[in-house]
């Protein structure tokens, strides 16, 4: 068994909010984080046929008949049964009532607003962080190899192979996710979208290249790209323009949840083939911010995460904002410190108007500070935040 990190903050909330609702993508491992943090709660799984019948036909009488509180997995099945859940609560009146779970957070999170705003909060697992899998010894120090593995739960709890799992992935959720969520009716262009998509991750997304790659819309790309990060598939990174004037690019930069899913979709299927990969350095730049961004849902930190590039091309790949602070960070996939690595981040220091600190996040083992820049090595990521707090 492998701690969640998520797990200290969920037991936290069990006396404070009436309904707990943990999202993620498909098999980041919600259900047995919920039985793990709540092992007394009797467990209902609406994508068994059996139950999910049950409570369609009589949702009223399935809450009535509750004597203890409960786990409800895939609570998006059965979206109605949201309304009853709030009825139970605001008789009850007791904190940590019902902890729900879902793989889709726009039909779940929409639902919840309607039906439980104010009762529920939310919480957001993804796959293992690389300090989950450092915690529990099951880290990978070759980075490259544990970019290409990538960090879903079922790879480590029963060894099977990343060639064996990601196809399996992607066909099920390309199957089952995406027919219920979208009327798609030609799969495998959605999935030429995926593996175009994939392509360009690290970069500025331009929905009008991608339409006439793909062939289709701009409003399907669009529509395509909110079901990916309904999915927890993909997420946009938005710039960072505040302050900075207006002379800067305004459009995100798109990024996978997962490097191992993104190396699937771009057909590479050993190190040999990564290393030399044209998309190698975006690999390594996905990793880091996407370590990032799980450390931020699972500590439920109050950051906000940009990229900045103006029309001169300085460009700063990562920017924590603080509130009080900006970390400006660029990330190498190198493992040699270069004087360039600090070109950009000279060069911003001129625009700020607030204050600010500049790391360098790269593959080498020196880790010091040269010209008020910090140098760390990808493994020691975790520091960052213990500078933010």
Not at 266 to 285: P, Q
Not at 352 to 376: A, F, H, M, P
């Amino acid at each position: 068994m492998i701690k969640r990190e998520l797990s200290k903050k969920i037991k936290k909330q069990k006396s404070k909010f009436p309904v707990i609702a943990i999202t993620g993508p498909r098999q980041s491992g919600k259900t047995t984080l919920a039985k793990t943090v709540f092992p007394e709660y009797e467990y209902y799984n609406l994508e068994n046929l059996n139950t999910k019948k049950i409570v369609e036909n009589d949702p009223v009488g399935f809450i009535d008949s509750l004597k203890r509180k409960v786990i409800i997995d895939e609570i998006q099945k059965v979206p109605e049964l949201l309304s009853q859940i709030q009825i139970k609560v605001d008789e009850k009146k007791s904190t940590g009532q019902f902890v729900l779970t879902g793989s889709e957070s726009l039909l779940l999170s929409e639902k919840i607003s309607q039906s439980l705003a104010g009762r529920v909060v939310n919480n957001v697992l993804l796959p293992f962080s690389y300090a989950e899998l450092q915690q529990s010894g099951n880290a990978i120090k070759d980075i490259d190899r544990q970019i290409l593995t990538g960090f879903y739960p079922r790879i480590y709890d029963t060894k099977i192979g990343f060639a064996d799992f990601y196809p399996e992935y992607i066909s099920t959720y390309v199957q089952r996710d995406v027919r219920q969520l979208k009327n798609i009716g030609d799969l495998s262009l959605f999935e030429k979208f995926l593996q175009l998509l994939a392509g360009r991750t690290g970069q500025i997304i331009n929905l009008s290249s991608l339409a006439n790659d793909v062939g289709v819309s701009h409003n399907t790309i669009e529509r395509w790209i909110s079901l990916l990060e309904a999915s927890y598939i993909v997420f946009r990174l938005r710039p960072y323009y505040k302050n900075f004037g207006k002379r800067v690019i305004k459009a995100p930069k798109i990024y996978f949840y997962d490097t191992g899913l993104l190396c699937y979709l771009l057909g590479i299927y050993s190190i040999k083939e990564l290393r030399v990969h044209f998309a190698y350095g975006n690999l390594y730049e996905n990793l880091v911010i996407s370590e990032v961004i799980k450390k931020i849902y699972n500590d439920k930190l109050p950051l906000k995460i940009y990229y900045y590039r103006d029309s001169n091309q300085v460009e700063i790949d990562l920017i924590i904002d603080s509130g009080s602070t900006l970390y400006f960070c660029e990330i190498k996939s190198a493992k040699t410190f270069s004087q360039d690595f600090l070109k950009n981040l000279k060069k911003i220091q001129n625009k700020l108007t607030i204050r600010s600190k500049k790391i360098i996040i790269y593959q080498g083992d020196l880790e010091q500070t040269i010209k008020n820049v910090e140098l760390i090595n990808f493994a020691s990521i975790q520091r960052i935040f213990q500078k933010t707090n």
